[in-house]
């Protein structure tokens, strides 16, 4: 019976041993975790930087345009006819008088022969009048009806040949004809389209402005034009009209500017963005839009401190807040919170907090312009 009590005694000594020792390794295994910790310093976060830098901007109003036409019209029939000739192909250069579409004009023309010898004779009649009234012949009542018919008769012949000239239709102006609606035999009722006759150059383009802006528009400002279909290209022109009154319902004003377009690849109706220049510049500080934390309760940035305290031996980025204003190309302009000079991240800020450790490298920093291009591909 004692052997078994010193038995029972052994294993549970061994196994407090066991447990002893173990829990030993893993308390020392914990303490050196949490020493560790304390020492452990995060690795720096690459980022890519930029400096602040203060430059001057010329003064510009930017504006969302529609492409109008210099001078634009649908050709269209003002008589009835039946369609006997078309002195045009769709989408050619026309130059104004030029015939487009001659309208069969026969019934006209034998009226105008009718009507021409009318009017002769009436004059004949006229001049015999007045001969005979010199002499006494006649009462004056004649020579009056014989002017009278003279007149009548020369009006019924101009009257014809204003209508075989209706049935004439030709370019009222230089510009390229759109595609045509009419087929020879067709019979035309009054109105109906022939086709689009546009003039492209120059052209003007459309857009409003606010009214604050009125007291910066002046007439021949410059003007810059973008198109999206054509991104590499650039357009110079300048305000030509200022509407004279304010839209009462948007308190916005219609401005037109006019663009040079030789090569006729503006079209009307196309879309396109316009920047009016003022000739001014104002100084403004500037940093890559890719610097800015855009967030509903504020803007900021991120501005290394090459000065990092703490475990830290390289710069830190401390968090900023600013207020913006206008933006250019990859830029934006700051209006309030920097300084020039000052250094603030550009690129890798969406992973920092403040005062995160960063190591900077530029070498895959992008371009950033003030105009920036798109590469062709």
């Known amino acids: 019976m004692k052997t078994k009590t010193k038995l029972w005694i052994g294993i549970v000594a061994g196994l407090l041993l066991v447990v ?26 690459s980022v890519a930087s930029a400096k602040v830098e203060a430059v001057d901007w010329a003064a510009t109003r930017a504006g969302v345009a529609t492409l109008v036409a210099l001078q634009g019209v649908t050709l269209s029939a003002e008589l009835p006819g039946l369609v006997r000739e078309i002195g045009f192909q769709s989408g050619t250069f026309v130059k104004r008088g030029q015939v487009l579409v001659k309208l069969d004009t026969s019934t006209e023309e034998a009226q105008l022969a009718a009507a021409v010898a009318g009017a002769s004779l009436a004059r004949i009649n006229l001049e015999r009048a007045m001969a005979l009234r010199q002499g006494g012949s006649n009462a004056q009542a004649d020579l009056d009806l014989a002017e009278a018919g003279s007149t009548q008769a020369d009006a019924s012949a101009r009257s014809l ?5 209706k049935k004439t239709i030709r370019a009222p102006f230089d510009g390229r004809i759109a595609i045509r609606q009419v087929e020879l035999g067709q019979v035309l009722a009054p109105g109906t389209p022939i086709a689009s006759l546009q003039s492209v150059s120059p052209i003007h383009a459309e857009f409003w402005v606010p009214q604050q802006g009125l007291a910066d528009l002046r007439l021949r400002q410059r003007a810059r034009m973008r198109v999206d279909i054509f991104p590499g290209s650039a357009w110079d022109g300048e305000v030509t009209t200022i509407n004279p009154e304010v839209d009462v319902a948007t308190r916005n004003v219609r401005v037109r500017a006019t663009f040079e377009n030789p090569d006729g690849r503006l079209k009307p109706g196309m879309f396109a963005n316009v920047e009016v220049v003022s000739a001014e510049a104002r100084p403004v500080l500037a940093v890559p839009a890719t610097a800015v934390i855009y967030a509903p309760y ?13 475990p830290a031996k390289g710069p830190v980025a401390r968090q900023r807040s600013v207020r913006l204003g206008e933006r250019r190309g990859d830029f934006v302009e700051v209006v309030t919170g920097l300084v020039a000079g000052e250094t603030v991240v550009s690129g890798g800020a969406f992973k920092l907090r403040n005062g995160s450790a960063v190591a900077v490298n530029n070498a895959l920093a992008p371009d950033v312009e003030l105009a920036p291009r798109p590469a062709d591909r």
């Open 161 to 165: 040949q204003a209508t075989i000239a």
């Open 20 to 45: 002893g020792t173990l829990g030993g390794v893993k308390a020392a295994q914990i303490g050196s975790m949490i020493n560790a910790g304390k020492s452990f310093v995060p690795p720096p976060e």
């Open 298 to 310: 504020g803007d900021s940035v991120f501005v290394l401190d090459e000065k990092g305290d703490g």
